[in-house]
């Protein structure tokens, strides 16, 4: 590790590069989307919703979403650690702004926060491996990583960045403990924090644990940092279980979020780790990995014996017709050799630095002794979270930065040889460095090769994107947030905004645990009116609104005589359904007794 430590030009240089990005993200936000949602993903809306209804009073305990899959009321499982900080900055907020002001402040502060955040541990991570020489790559790569930096944009309050961060942490935090024994535990809060929040953060967890259990095999003298983590890892999942579930539901298994299936694993993790920590270690490497690898075997066969249905994943429990006809079309759950053929740009833009950063780690490898079980670790995140990648598109938001330091020592010493052999060749290859490790230029560089090429779908898709943000828009709901509260029938993609922008409840939104909603809304508008009909009056709804610029308007069925689509599209009402629009995108129809 490097004996030196960050200096006070160092730490200028961190605060001056967020600050100008801070200050360049507020800008394009606001100046250049003006009249946009801020929130434009259905999650961000979501999350603002839930966070508001915590604020107002809702119980720490109480994770439903009342006013979703109405008159029911729908399970959201996400984590109370994410609501809280949103509630406090919005609760700050309103005491300076009115409620949409203040929800756009929280929108923007939260995001920007993580941004910072994220950016010194990136430079942290780095400078343990590479030095003060390699902290500029480690400042601007994460920002010119499009994977990353749409997750920290102002409007972005979904918890896929707190991830992000968190695999950083639990990064830095396994480096750390290999001289300094107190990071073990820390490393044990980070990695139990990370899954409590979302299961999307598994890969990292995982790469924390083989990292600990790797440093043990390198050098058994590690025991104690082994045990360390281990107990640390399960008694903190434990804490952040009670956190999460009341007595009442400490029994109900579940695989899409914190319950006794991953407190069951941490504890077995932590136990195998333990018992590792004391027994004689083995004199030989392979011994200690063969050691290793049947208590992991034991610990993950006692998850599956007690809890089989995980093994389907975190979808185990969704209806068939849902995986196969919703969850399927979903575009960032591809796997990345099909995202290849629908999103070359950003399949490219994403692969190249993460393949570029595992090429550079192994050859750092090979030649920097001094810091070799650094960069194995570093390895082992990098491959976790790239396999993640592989299997769904989306994946790429944590493998991104793991790969960042090994980039950085690659420009570091292309830029070493440069300055010792000024010549052509080796400008190139530093500037070849920067260009393969940007994700942001390969996805310009792509597409503007792709522009060359003779296509016909790149106009049509910006038309989508204008119409949806049109529909999204807060000033879009002006009238419909005038009327009292109604129970709606809306496409499920405009189900999250509604409940932001309005007082009424809706049938659908794009949540899994929304099962009967999400089915009811795809019998209402894809089947005949009869069956829309009998939903209406099962449910008690009061409305349907629906906007044309959606896709879900535009669907399979849209063609089919008879179907609510099919009506709608040709302007033929059901004799239940009255057209009480006043202009804007949205159409607001009347559901009559």
């Known amino acids: 590790m490097s004996s030196s430590t960050l200096n006070l030009r160092d730490r200028h240089w961190f605060i001056l590069i967020w600050s100008l990005v801070a200050v360049a993200l507020i800008v394009r936000s606001f100046a250049t989307n003006a009249g946009a949602p801020l929130f434009i993903d259905t999650d961000d809306a979501m999350h603002m919703v839930v966070a508001r209804d915590f604020l107002a009073g809702q119980g720490w305990y109480d994770p439903i979403q009342h006013r979703l899959d109405t008159p029911y009321g729908a399970d959201i499982h996400w984590s109370r650690l ?5 509630a406090g900055l919005l609760a700050f907020s309103s005491l300076l702004f009115e409620p949409q002001a203040a929800l756009a ?64 942490a ?64 399960a008694g903190f999942m434990l804490v952040h279980f009670l956190l999460a579930r009341p007595p009442g539901r400490w029994l109900e298994a579940a695989c899409d979020a914190i319950s006794p299936v991953y ?72 796997p990345w050799h099909q995202a290849l053929a629908t999103m070359p740009a950003y399949a490219i833009g994403v692969a190249v630095p993460i393949l570029l950063g595992l090429l550079a780690g192994l050859v750092a490898c090979r030649f920097d002794a001094r810091h070799r079980l650094a960069w194995l670790i570093l390895l082992v995140f990098i491959t976790c979270t790239a396999f993640i990648m592989l299997a769904q598109i989306r994946g790429a938001r944590l493998a991104v930065l793991p790969a960042v330091p090994a980039a950085a020592w690659l420009i570091v010493m292309a830029r070493r040889a440069y300055l010792a052999h000024p010549r052509l060749p080796r400008i190139m290859a530093l500037l070849g460095a920067w260009l393969a490790a940007c994700g942001l230029v ?36 002006a009238d419909l947030r005038a009327l009292p509260p109604e129970r709606i029938m809306a496409p499920i993609d405009l189900g999250a905004h509604i409940l932001l922008e309005t007082p009424h409840a809706v049938v659908g939104a794009p949540y899994h645990r929304n099962q009967r909603g999400l089915l009811d809304t795809f019998r209402f508008f894809n089947g005949p009116a009869a069956t829309a009909r009998r939903i209406a009056e099962q449910r008690g709804l009061g409305l349907l609104v629906t906007c044309e ?7 399979p069925a849209r063609d089919e005589p008879g179907t609510v689509l099919n009506l709608l599209a040709n302007d033929i009402l059901p004799d239940w359904l009255v057209d009480v ?13």
């Open 82 to 86: 994410v609501d809280l900080p949103l």
């Open 105 to 168: 402040v929280t929108g923007t502060i939260w995001p920007l926060l993580l941004l910072g955040l994220l950016l010194w541990l990136s430079k942290r991570v780095t400078f343990e491996l590479v030095g003060r020489e390699g902290l500029l790559p480690a400042l601007a790569l994460p920002i010119l990583a499009p994977a990353v930096l749409a997750e920290f944009l102002p409007g972005r309050v979904d918890h896929h960045n707190v991830v992000i961060v968190l695999t950083m």
């Open 170 to 233: 639990c990064l830095l935090a396994t480096l750390l403990a290999l001289h300094r024994p107190l990071w073990a535990w820390l490393a044990g809060l980070a990695a139990a924090t990370a899954l409590s929040i979302a299961v999307e953060a598994i890969p990292g967890v995982v790469a924390t644990i083989l990292a600990f259990g790797l440093a043990y095999a390198a050098d058994p003298a590690r025991a104690v940092n082994l045990r360390r983590f281990g107990l640390g890892f």
């Open 263 to 334: 407190v069951l694993a941490a504890l077995a993790i932590g136990g195998a780790y333990l018992l590792v920590s004391i027994l004689p270690a083995p004199r030989v490497l392979w011994q200690r990995l063969a050691l290793l690898s049947s208590m992991g075997l034991a610990a993950a066969a006692l998850v599956v014996l007690v809890y089989p249905q995980c093994l389907a994943g975190p979808y185990a429990a969704l209806d068939p017709w849902l995986r196969d006809n919703w969850i399927a079309a979903i575009v960032e759950a591809q």
């Open 442 to 477: 390969l996805v310009l560089l792509v597409n503007l090769v792709l522009g060359l090429m003779p296509q016909g779908g790149g106009p049509a898709m910006a038309e989508t994107r204008e119409g949806r943000m049109a529909c999204l828009a807060p000033a879009a709901f």
């Open 549 to 555: 610029a959606l896709p879900e308007m535009h669907g």
């Open 581 to 593: 629009s006043v202009g804007g995108p949205l159409k607001v129809y009347a559901i009559l007794p």
